[in-house]
Structure formats: C-alpha cells, structure tokens
C-alpha cells in the first residue's frame, strides 16, 4: 500500500530541538518532501532530499533518510514559536503523484 | 515566485447545492491537482489534471468533477454537496515533469 505515516502530535520547549519523523512504503521515490502548514494557510514546501542522498542541512533544517528502513526525519534546531505548525512528509512513488503523511502538530512552548 | 491562487478562504453552503471552487496558477504550470485535508487523515488526492482539458481521477473522486478549460485554471466542482465533503480544500500546481508542487492557501468549506 501507499500509506505514509507520521506522529500526530509534537511538543517542543522554545530553543530545543525537534525531530519529526515519518515512515514512508515505497522505496521507489525519487524525492522525499518536507512541507509546512500555518495555521489557516496552504502548504509551503520546506526541503527535499533525493532518494540517493542520506542527508541534507539547510540553515535550522537537517533531513536524514534512511532509505533501508524508509524512515525519514526533520530535526529543526533553536525551535522558535513560528515554527508551530503542521508538518507534512509525503513521497513520489509514481512521477504523477505525491503521497502525504497524516501530518505532525508541532507546539513550541515558551 | 510561483503563485497559486483560490477564489475564497471560506465558503458556507447547503446540502444539495453546486459548489465551484476555483484555482488560478501564474506559473505556466502544465499540472494542477486538487486534494482535500481532514485531521488525522492528510492529505487526499481528489483529482489532477495533466494539461487543458486533461484529467485523472485521485484516490477520492466520487462526488467531485473537475474542469480545465485553460492552463491556468482548474476548478472543482461538487455537484450536489453533502455535509462529508466540509473540508479542507487545497490547490496546487508542478511544472510538468517535475515533482514539486506549489500550494494555494486552500478554501475552507462547510456544508450545513
């Protein structure tokens, strides 16, 4: 099956560090993404890592994928209050098709 | 920057009535897509289209269609909408053969 497959909730002290993780099915996908979604907006697309890479650091923003296992994650560095949002892995299995996870609540508390 | 546009933020309907909801890209883009988000469930794929007057049915089509008439538009249509389909509803737009995909804001929708 397609089922891609996250954490419901996260809650994180401003200035941790979070990791969000995801278990994804098809080890197919060309790319693996990382969205973002505020409250009451769409979805902004944060990073991508290609399936041939382990990791990817962009400024606050580490991805590993651990393509044997098919977990990837999103460790986010200083968590700040605007990082309070849902995140969102999602996979390509087919070029046509993005498959989303259930999406993570994280909470950054003061 | 890519800019993907959705006609309302919120929109209230009845039961029984037809619902457009319109989706308007900048980008030139070939693919558009239309997914609906419902806590604890992501995302769903209602319906994608390839390119003017192209379909496809997602993984959730029944009792949505879709129309295309021109590349920058793409509208999803509920004929006769019922209180399952409140929802959230998110557009968005890739470039043709590649993966990325640009996001509208989304339309909240209630059917009472």
């Known amino acids: 099956g397609e089922d891609v497959e996250q954490s419901l909730f996260l809650s994180v002290r401003e200035g941790d560090s979070s990791v969000i993780n995801c278990t994804y099915t098809d080890s197919s996908s060309t790319y693996l993404y990382w969205y973002k979604q505020e409250p009451g907006a769409g979805l902004q697309l944060l990073t991508y890592?290609?399936?041939?890479?382990d990791m990817k650091q962009d400024q606050r923003l580490t991805v590993l994928l651990n393509k044997k296992d098919k977990h990837l994650s999103l460790r986010i560095a200083d968590t700040q209050t605007g990082d309070s949002a849902i995140y969102f892995c999602?996979?390509?299995?087919?070029?046509?098709?993005?498959?989303f996870g259930t999406g993570t609540r994280l909470q950054v508390f003061p | 920057d890519v800019k993907v546009t959705q006609s309302s933020r919120y929109l209230v309907k009845r039961t029984g009535e037809k619902v457009f909801l319109e989706c308007v890209q900048d980008?030139?883009?070939?693919?558009m897509f239309w997914y609906r988000q419902d806590p604890g469930l992501g995302l769903r794929l209602i319906y994608f289209?390839?390119?003017?007057?192209?379909?496809e049915k997602g993984d959730i089509p029944e009792g949505y269609s879709v129309s295309r008439e021109k590349k920058e538009r793409f509208s999803l249509i509920l004929e006769s909408a019922s209180t399952n389909q409140t929802s959230m509803y998110l557009c968005?737009?890739?470039?043709?053969?590649?993966?990325?995909?640009?996001f509208g804001p989304g339309t909240r929708l209630t059917v009472l």
């Open positions: 999602a996979e390509t299995p087919a070029t046509d098709k993005l498959i």
């Open positions: 890592i290609f399936s041939n890479m």
């Open positions: 289209s390839y390119d003017v007057k192209m379909k």
């Open positions: 968005a737009s890739r470039q043709g053969g590649a993966d990325t995909q640009y």
């Open positions: 980008m030139d883009h070939e693919n």
